[in-house]
């Protein structure tokens, strides 16, 4: 809904696209610790219970070097070089969350109309800052495996889009994680047109069967790319910071917007970041504790969404990531559902926010398992599956 | 200068506008500890030397309000209400530092074209956001006093800009304060416009002599304002957080953008500067001893001034803030002088960057007075003013 403001008040026209995040409201609806929430996107606070932060030097109390601080890019440079991309801290830049990354990439490309590729579903969030630049988006459907190539192909050619916008590792909400060969493919169709790749991957390390295949910008030969990461689903999210890396010619340009944006992000966090990270075995043990608590928690899921959705919703089992993705046969009013269940204390995502508006879309829902504690699963998806089973009897 | 991208990437329009700050650029040239800096506005380290930060509690690592926490929110707004602003915590908004308030404000009023009204000279990253954003910027000399107001009711007249932008204590380049009879009549010329304030008061508490008077936006009767401070020049720049408080209908549009920009800021900063904020006495005593050291070195400053720039230039000696503005009586090559200075171990501002590259602007050159030590105040003017006088007489 564009927000409302007395009309003697002149707003940029942009304002007109000004969405809050559907996500957020329910959070704040949900400040009361007794519900059982499936609705956000939060890591699970005892995963952090012991966790004591490293005391922040004096050396990081002055102004900071808009790109971050050196050691923490050199270690996130590094990561990403690991994954195959061709990165170094020269063009690594920390961001105040990968939510700045997106900010920063739009401001670099959208203005008003300019075409912008996405999947259907896709991160709300990053929907709500490409509608805020006024870009004429261009959703295409989402499989398992993948965006089709050719449609990709058909949509470009027909768009002319600068620039395409992925989350093709477990991705947020739907869970798909493309495959080797998708990967290969989208990016040889992204060469040809030499559209510039947006990848965000922030939930690359939660996974649960095998690791998931290189990212996308990996494979490309010729076209320009920025590459999104996070530090907030495994290690600590309050910290706010993120990082993106990118071809050399995009670094300049993003480093400024960058500049003008906040000048640089907080230091204490990113000496607390860096010395976390530049362990590797502890990191590594770490994420191993986080893989195997969070793969109980999806486990538990599935067999609680098998006895009470079996029978009303489709989803497949999330590979990595922090969502399960369900969808309903038939159009229902979602909202009525929320509002619903949250008077018995159960809070989930209806699925609308992450599809343009415009789109005839399934019917949907996001469910977290993340945060909720194991033990009220199975009283949360009980409540959540009456109401819309009654929803579907009236 | 615009940023050169390879022709084939399509980027924003806004992007021919995107400059880097000029500080940052000096300040990263002289990473070397050897130089004497008077180019930038870094705060004196020596003041937190013997500082701990206080621990940071687990409930601050998970993610957080987008809002900002309440306990920094309520302390910043009770200090805002104490300057005689109607705020409250419900109209504060934590930022991350008072730059992301210039982008959400920018955000919020600006598109292609649109009119904003500034004194000249401006803060430089304020013209910055202000220029990427493509606003067509119509800037006010600006005096001891502040801006004449007949001149700012003319302008709104010929432009109706929807925004003016106002740093009137103890501004950042040229140190003018604006007089209490003159806050009040800028006040009745925005209101008589309807013209939403965008006041920026970074400096406040950096006083030497009596207390600045309110800030303008408390004498304001009905037409919109956003107020913007800063933690970064009185407690811990590192921790990059800044606030903003605003009329009521402006604050929910603001608190959307800040969601977009990065979700929220650090949350272990904001639990550190409540904490320190949160103790009247202490951070009163800090407060005082900040002044006396500042003041130490502004007094000291001015005496090498008197003694190397009294016959070639005109200055005022400050009232508060960390800034002398130096006028040249004919116009030089800054950039050239600054080349050679650095060559000598010594960094000023051209003071360029802070006027909009079309107008005829004076002469003048910003002078840092925070950050060196009191005992290379003398050498780094002695070799500045030889530059400036070898030039002059070539």
């Known amino acids: 809904m564009p927000t409302q403001t007395p009309s003697e008040i002149r707003l940029a026209g942009r304002i007109k696209n000004l969405t809050g995040s559907v996500a957020r409201d329910i959070l704040s609806r949900t400040q009361n610790k007794d519900i059982i929430s499936f609705a956000g996107g939060l890591p699970d606070a005892s995963l952090w219970q012991n ?23 050199q270690i996130l440079a590094s990561r990403a070089a690991t994954l195959g991309l061709p990165a170094n801290a020269q063009t690594t830049l920390i961001t105040s969350g990968s939510q700045q990354g997106l900010d920063l990439a739009a401001k670099l490309f959208l203005e008003a109309g300019t075409p912008l590729i996405l999947e259907a579903p896709t991160y709300l969030a990053a929907l709500q ?30 768009t002319q889009a600068p620039l395409v916008y992925l989350n093709p590792t477990f991705q947020n909400p739907s869970g798909a994680c493309y495959s080797l060969k998708r990967r290969k493919q989208i990016a040889a169709v992204l060469d040809a047109h030499n559209t510039v790749l947006l990848e965000d991957d922030p939930y690359r390390d939660i996974s649960y069967e095998d690791d998931a295949p290189p990212p996308i910008a990996r494979f490309l030969q010729k076209t320009p790319w920025i590459y999104l990461s996070s530090v907030s689903k495994t290690l600590i999210p309050g910290l706010r910071l993120g ?60 067999s609680a969404l098998q006895q009470h959705f079996g029978d009303i919703a489709q989803w497949t089992l999330p590979r990595g990531g922090m969502f399960f993705w369900l969808t309903l046969p038939q159009s229902r009013d979602l909202a009525a559902a929320l509002e619903s269940t949250l008077q018995q204390g159960v809070a989930f995502m209806p699925g609308s926010p992450f599809f343009l508006p415009k789109q005839n879309n399934p019917c949907c829902l996001r469910l977290n398992f993340s945060l909720v504690p194991l033990e009220k699963m199975q009283q949360g998806l009980r409540i959540l599956s009456s109401v819309l089973k009654r929803q579907q009897s009236n």
């Open 51 to 73: 966790l004591q932060l490293p005391a922040t030097p004096p050396a990081a109390y002055q102004y900071g070097p808009s790109e971050g601080e050196l050691p923490l890019r």
């Open 129 to 158: 800052v490409f509608q805020l630049f006024e870009a004429n988006i261009h959703a295409l459907p989402l499989n398992a495996e993948g965006l089709e190539p050719d449609a990709l192909d058909a949509l470009l050619t027909r």
């Open 243 to 302: 990082s993106l890396c990118c071809s050399p010619q995009l670094f300049e340009p993003l480093l400024k917007l960058k500049q003008a944006a906040d000048l640089h992000s907080n230091r204490p966090a990113q000496f607390v970041a860096a010395q976390m990270l530049d362990n590797p075995a502890e990191n590594q043990k770490r994420i191993l504790a986080l893989r195997h608590h969070y793969r109980q928690k999806r486990d538990h899921m599935q």
